[in-house]
């Protein structure tokens, strides 16, 4: 509540996993405005013929594949602008509107650099345009204090709008997924937090065998909500 009135906040959202939070938030009515799903694939489902048709079946003819750790000081102005429309594209799918911030590069980059210094490792594939362009591509992340969990919360997989009906998500995630089996001897889950109405990723995601596993939800906290309860304890 403090820090809502110290930057003028009407309403934050909070979301979460826990069950005693969220056992906790609904003691006391807090609005729900969204559950949420968590996705996992074990390691032991994993199907790598799987994996080589979708590559063999891909044509990527005038593409660039590129496997990166760390996006190329180049491809930032271009990765905001392409993230722009992917989020705007996401977020009219959700049959809940949230209104939300504008990422710029400078966002972009710190949340870069938050994840490098949690001790996590980006992995990504892309497909580039002869312009030099992301035209496709898929990220995750290795978390050094948690290896065994590989998380593509955080990381996206997204296709620019001129490139899309191409098969270039699931090519990207079956590359992702080889090199993943071949060169990561730790890991024993890849955990997604996709949501059902992002229908074409979450279709994608049921091909590649991730079950749910994890629910959550996400609250909206209104300023006067916070100032009611505050009352009631008070």
């Known amino acids: 509540y ?48 799987f994996y080589n048709s979708i590559i063999s079946a891909t044509d990527i003819t005038g593409y660039r594949l590129e496997y990166c750790e760390s996006l190329p000081d180049e491809l930032w102005d271009n990765f905001t602008e392409l993230m722009y429309d992917i989020l705007e594209d996401y977020r009219a799918s959700n049959p809940v509107k949230q209104e939300r911030k504008r990422m710029g590069k400078a966002d972009w980059q710190l949340r870069d650099r938050s994840e490098k210094l949690s001790g996590s490792k980006m992995q990504m594939y892309m497909l580039l345009t002869t312009q030099n362009e992301i035209a496709a591509y898929c ?12 998380r593509h919360n955080g990381g996206f997989t997204a296709v620019a709008r001129a490139h899309r009906g191409r098969g270039f998500a699931a090519f990207l995630k079956a590359k992702m997924y080889l090199k993943l089996l071949a060169e990561n001897p730790d890991f024993t889950s890849i955990e997604t937090d996709t949501m059902p109405w992002n229908e074409y990723m979450y279709r994608i995601n049921e091909r590649f065998r991730f079950k749910p596993f994890k629910f959550g939800c996400e609250f909206k906290l209104s300023r006067e909500f916070i100032n009611n309860y505050l009352k009631l304890l008070n």
């Open 2 to 49: 403090e820090y809502m009135l110290k930057h003028d906040l009407k309403d934050i959202y909070h979301w979460t996993f826990e069950k005693r939070k969220i056992a906790a938030l609904k003691t006391i009515s807090a609005p729900i405005i969204e559950e949420l799903i968590d996705t996992r694939l074990l390691r032991s489902e994993m199907d790598t013929g």
């Open 139 to 150: 990220s995750l992340y290795v978390d050094e204090n948690n290896k065994e969990r590989i």
